[in-house]
């Protein structure tokens, strides 16, 4: 009888902590759902190299008539 006592407190335990758990889930999910989408601050736009796909400072990325690229060499390379 005392282990069915124990055993019977372990679950509701285990029940209570379950939906607390649940609850602080879906508040997370709302927050990140209300808070909106911004680039971080110091975030840089990329670009990404029409000939090799390496990923580049959208500043630092050459343009060529068919796409941009990471180096002169690559726009030549791709377009000759
Ligand atoms: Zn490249």
């Known amino acids: 009888m005392k282990f069915l006592l124990v055993l019977i407190v372990v679950m509701v335990g285990v029940w209570i902590w379950r939906s607390n758990r649940a609850a602080e889930r879906s508040d997370d999910a709302e927050r ?11 975030a840089i736009a990329m670009g990404r190299c029409d000939h090799c796909g390496m ?15 990471c180096s002169t060499e690559h726009r030549n390379r791709a377009e000759a």
């Open 32 to 42: 990140d759902a209300a808070r909106p989408r911004r680039k971080a601050p110091g």
């Open 55 to 69: 990923h580049c400072p959208s500043d630092d990325l050459i343009v060529g008539e068919h796409g941009t690229y």
